[in-house]
């Protein structure tokens, strides 16, 4: 079975600093993975998606994530974050052969001025 | 169109009452989900449509009862519940039940609470 960890529950930041969310994924088979995002009271967004090619990959809102598969993780990073990135982040994976996700427990968020 | 429409955005009930949430989608997709989130937490799944006929039952009390009537819509009959099924209640679509064609697209959620 496949599961994922978001290391870290809460990220505070100041505005216009970089920031990275990390998520580590175990498989004993081949995944996708996925980024979403989920602001207060409003369903889930995709940020970004890996599928295949490029380790790097590029979403929207400026976020870029990159594969590494000898570590297994897909760390979420924007290089300067603003207030509206405020939200819970939630990093997932599925099988290749099954389209549901498997969520990990999420981080928040917190972009202050 | 890009949208997954759910409604009622809120619903209060009692545990008594039979309710539905209703979920649309108009993008082609053949594959349907509902999951439910507490709150703090990550969605979690509880049933898969995939062309109208139901893949996953991730054992969900029989107090929740889906339906796909046709490849737009999905439903989600709600009776006897209990206060702790109060949850986001959200609902996604996607081309396929196939992780190659990518994301599942949400809708907003639906709101319950169970007095």
């Known amino acids: 079975a496949q599961s994922v960890t978001q290391l870290d529950s809460q990220v505070p930041v100041f505005e216009e600093a970089p920031v990275e969310l990390r998520c580590n994924y175990s498989?004993?088979?081949?995944?996708?993975l996925f980024w979403y995002v989920q602001y207060p009271n409003q369903g889930l967004q995709l940020l970004l998606k890996?599928?295949?090619?490029?380790?790097l990959v590029k979403g929207i809102n400026g976020f870029e994530a990159e594969f590494n598969k000898s570590q297994t993780s897909f760390h979420l990073r924007k290089p300067s974050v603003h207030i509206s990135d405020t939200a819970e982040y939630f990093c997932?994976?599925?099988?290749?052969?099954?389209?549901?996700?498997?969520f990990g427990k999420g981080t928040k968020l917190s972009v202050k001025p | 169109d890009t949208e997954v429409t759910q409604t009622p955005k809120h619903l209060v009930m009692g545990m008594t009452n039979k309710k539905s949430l209703k979920c649309e989608q108009h993008?082609?997709?053949?594959?349907m989900y509902w999951y439910k989130q507490k709150a703090k937490k990550p969605p979690e799944l509880m049933f898969v449509?995939?062309?109208?006929?139901?893949?996953i039952n991730e054992s969900v009390p029989s107090r929740f009862s889906p339906e796909c009537p046709n490849s737009s819509l999905l439903n989600l009959h709600l009776h006897a519940l209990q206060p702790e099924d109060s949850a986001l209640y959200l609902c996604?679509?996607?081309?396929?039940?196939?992780?190659?064609?990518?994301?599942?697209?949400f809708g907003e959620g639906s709101r319950l609470t169970v007095l």
């Open positions: 996604a679509s996607s081309r396929r039940f196939d992780a190659e064609f990518g994301e599942l697209f």
């Open positions: 498989s004993s088979v081949s995944v996708y």
């Open positions: 993008m082609g997709h053949r594959a």
């Open positions: 890996y599928l295949s090619g490029s380790t």
């Open positions: 997932a994976v599925t099988r290749r052969s099954q389209g549901n996700l498997i």
């Open positions: 449509y995939s062309y109208e006929k139901l893949s």
